[in-house]
């Protein structure tokens, strides 16, 4: 009996993008409401099955469909999801109102408080049904239980994402657009051939993922398979040396396609290689642990030392993702359950925390015109509530206690600091090395958040308005989201803690809780 | 020997789709003599339309009422197999496509006599003068597509690669506007196109020395118990295989392909990107499964280099092109090479022949379909001196046009390969079929299909660049101010795009009935 819960769900923003495209021209207010309207819906019917996820039936994944789609070649419409996938679609949910109320006038063509014009008018009705698109796409991609499903998902949203930044960013739009699709096909094709292989050595004629845990036993298979997977994954999340689209995609994309892309797009990433690479793949996960935890730990020194430099502000939180997503991937391959965990804590709370800190600075920059950070200053004595909210987003990017990415954060360390997955000691030196990210984090955000608020009030920040109604309903959900999930992240350590449980039984890691007691692996 | 000419039996009602479009051509020249010039395309189009809808059909009820013979048809020399079935299905519906966007205004020239420029050309455009002669040389054309791939033996198969060349040769100086450029590409592809048809009747002279034969099914068996290092076999094989690649655009014989792309009149070029690739495609997977079968540890590595080398070329060099069609041009040469990908997964000897052979007959459907609607909006993009080819004309066309960009857009996503269009799953049933082929044990590649694979997938990621390109173009950059003007379409030019976006869409969503088409036509594999 398939649950019809996911194919609702996935249906319900294609119709919306679909009626938003055929809305008549003109009819850009209708179009927003209907967005509006549309991604409430979804949000609102993916809560309620948040809510029963715990009582629903199936072992590991619940709300599941499976439909025959290309039965010659072993292909199904198969969804369903886990407590990590769960937590990742709720995220998607969640934002993507948030974004549609911040982009309400983006495509309206974007004037400054003195009036300049930064970017011109455009289709209102296509990019709010892109947008949409984009939803049905980000559930999809979490939700999908065949792998072959899971790679259309994975290769068809850049292509939303795409015209979103290529038609609505700002001035090196075109080129950031091109860069941002050729880094991300190119680790998409890849991973295709990886996706092949993987059908063709398992001979088990089925895409469907629960099927081919396990199917790949020769370790040297497993290892070409699992770098095709994980450059593809790598590069989407993006990890150094293969971040640089990222800065320059973020930056360019209206305030709102960036939140989404940073947000949900990346976390795709490091939600595959906790999936895909650690599961299909363990043996050949497990013997790239170190170069793996390696780059991560280098993504994260060297993307907050690059965020420190950066005069952009939107390239500054591009860079301080950069960092995030270090850690991220670094606790993905801690193999313990602490750290997996917190991982994918991470990505939740990371999503909630640089969207409101993205969203914060294009309301900033909506306002100047500029996103140079030496453009601004005083601009919390014009503007006290956005600067407050500007505040309390940039101290959740630098995991502040009490904010929910500390939690995260904490656990990725410490996990990774006790984890016996590798031998002695190599994981223990990686945790302590990163730990110095946590004070150039205080570097790059307080200063930063000193130059744009502090100080005496520039001639143009005079000028500004504090938020309206709109930009406070945009801002106030995440940052009760961050300090809510800061105080109290049991809700979602409920649910993720045995998904990964299952995880690190698949990946046949022994359960870290007894490792530390010495029984080793 | 038998002393006593015996008749010849002809299978007529196996032939009859062939037969039809032939007759049908034939009858199109009597038009010309005999009819008067104001009747002559009224009469054509229908002519032309309905041959080739009856043949259609008859393909049809072949496929449907008979199925495929098991025997080679009129003493031998046509195999008339599920594979050719199946392109001819495929080639009678693009050539019916296609003749919807001849049929339009304005591509052809008044007067293709008159020296470019001259009073005559001015007179004869005055006059309204029109070469209706296109449509039954389009019609021998398709005829010799459809004998090209199912001919049994190599003799059937130069005539038939003639028959479908000529009138090429001949329609592609056609063009009304540039009318230098059109008869430079005419020369260049008359005169390239005989040095391979030389080099494919040489070839054909070789192995007829080594094998006593030119029937395919009678050289494999020579093979079989021959001396496999004959110098008449190689230097036969390899004129062969030159005259065979020359004609798919594979490099290092892929020169002709951008120039005559540019030159020919749009709906030709259409016609020759999707029709004739498809029937030479047809006669490379015939000529090296039927006939060079055995030959296998010979002709794969070398297929490879080329196929390599085919997809480098044309994804690289497509990069710096500044004309549409040019470009175009060498993304059918990228697409050629993953293509021969395929034709090296379909030789095994295991049960996967069957797997394979579907996966290119699939790519061939879904390429050829979303070629056509290509072209079909490259001739609605147009300046005051003619279709509006360089690149930078196309800036802000999806400013303008909406409707039109984004659906040209969509094909050339296509093109690239990105899921939920047709041309992902047939670059996935390819790339599928090679490597699975090359995991199997005894296969005379092994890893290096993989490699091939790898290298395929490196092509499309550069592909994708020059693709995304235009993409770029026609979105995100201002229009120009005397920017080129959308024709107004005519029904034909509205139903070819409408066919080929559906195609593109349908199968991109739900490719499983297709595949089964195809899967059936490949079941029985080709006559041997």
Redesign the interface.
Known sequence: MSSLWLPILLAVPVLGAVVVALLPKGADQVAKQVTLAVSLVVLALTLVMAFQFPSAKGDRFKFAAVYDWIPSFGVHFGVGVDGIALVLVVLSAVLVPIVVLASWHDADGVRTADGTLITPKRSVKTYFSLLLVLEAMMIGVFAATDIFLFYVFFEAMLIPMYFMIGSYGGAQRSYAAVKFLLYSLFGGLLMLVAVIGLYVVAGKSTFMFPELVGAIQDPATQKWLFAGFFIAFAIKAPLWPVHTWLPDAAAQAPAGAAVLLVGVLDKVGTFGMLRFCLELFPDAAKAFTMPIVVLAVISIIYGAIVAIGQSDMKRLIAYTSISHFGFIVMGVFAMSQVAQSGATLYMVNHGFATGALFLAAGFLIARRGSPHIADYGGAQKVAPLLAGFFLVAGLAGLSLPGLSSFVSEFMVMTGTYASKAHGSGALTVAAVVSALAVILAAVYILWMVQRVLNGPTAEPVKAFKDLNVREIVVLAPLVALIIGFGFFPKPLLDVINPAVNQTLVNVKVDNPAIAEKGAGQ | MNPIMQAPTIEYGTLAPMLLVFGAAVLGVLVEAFAPRYLRKVMQVPLTLVSLGGAFALVLVQVIMRGAPTEAVAMGAVAVDGPSLFIWGVILVLSFVCVLLVNDEGHFVASAAAVPGSADEEEAEAAGGAHTEIYPLLLFAVGGMMLFPAAHDLLTMFVGLEVMSLPLYLMCGLARRRRLLSQESSMKYFLLGAFSSAFFLYGTAMLYGYAGTVSLPGINKALAGGALLDPLLLIGFAMLGVGLLFKIGAAPFQAWKPDVYQGAPTPITALMASGTLVAAMGAVLRVFWVGLGNLDWNWRPVMWAVAALTMIVGAVLAITQTDIKRMLAYSSIAHAGFLLIGVMATFDKSQQNAGSLSAILFYLLVYSFTTVGAFAIVTMVRDPGGEAGHLSRWAGLGKRS?LLAGVFAFFL?AF?G???TSG??GK??V??AA??SG?ESGDSLGGWM?GL??LG??A??VA??FY??V??LM???EPAADGPSIAEPSMGTVAVIAVAALVTVGVGIF??PM??VA?QAAANLFIR
């Open positions: 909406p996503l690239a990105i899921p939920l992902f799953f996935y049933a790339f599928a490597l699975a995991s993989t694979v790898v997938v490196v499309s990621a994708a660049f995304v390109r993409i770029v979105f995100f950059s490719p499983q595949l089964d899967h």
